[in-house]
């Protein structure tokens, strides 16, 4: 079996975070989704989401792209988690390329692969067009 995973907060979910699971998904067997709780977005990136992690899980578990979701909750985890799920290959979007080619020599041997992001869409547009919204 092929295992994937990939890392996100996943806030506002839209159809570019759902085109990104399907082609995750498409690359294995089973899907993990580390998603980013809300205090590793607050510590660590500086922000914070619409919807709280509780909220986020339980949509991304409606999704029949993921096979399990696991909580986010620093940037190093992600070596560990490649071994501890028997990871073959990480998926991430590609406004992070050359970031995580580190993770090839973790455990067994990762593959790494950068997908192309859904370039008209994305949750800090949806964000930027409701704070100007005035109907």
């Known amino acids: 079996m092929t295992r994937v995973i990939?890392?996100?907060?996943?806030?506002?979910?839209?159809?570019?975070?759902i085109k990104l699971l399907q082609r995750a998904k498409a690359l294995g067997d089973y899907l993990i989704v580390a998603l980013s709780?809300?205090?590793?977005?607050?510590?660590?990136?500086?922000k914070r989401s619409y919807?709280?992690?509780?909220?986020?899980?339980?949509?991304?578990?409606?999704?029949?792209y993921v096979d399990l979701i696991i909580p986010e909750e620093s940037w190093e985890q992600k070596k560990t988690?490649?071994?501890?799920?028997?990871?073959?290959?990480?998926v991430?979007?590609?406004?992070w390329e050359g970031k995580f080619d580190f993770l090839k020599t973790v455990g067994k041997g990762c593959e790494v692969i950068y997908l192309p992001r859904t370039p008209e869409i994305s949750t800090t547009q949806i964000k930027n067009e409701l704070k100007s919204y005035n109907p």
Do not use: C, P, W
């Open 6 to 17: 990939t890392y996100g907060t996943f806030d506002l979910l839209h159809y570019g975070h």
């Open 92 to 95: 991430i979007g590609d406004d």
């Open 51 to 64: 919807f709280s992690y509780e909220e986020r899980k339980l949509i991304l578990e409606a999704i029949r």
């Open 81 to 90: 988690d490649i071994i501890k799920y028997e990871v073959d290959v990480f």
């Open 37 to 46: 709780t809300d205090e590793f977005n607050m510590r660590q990136k500086n």
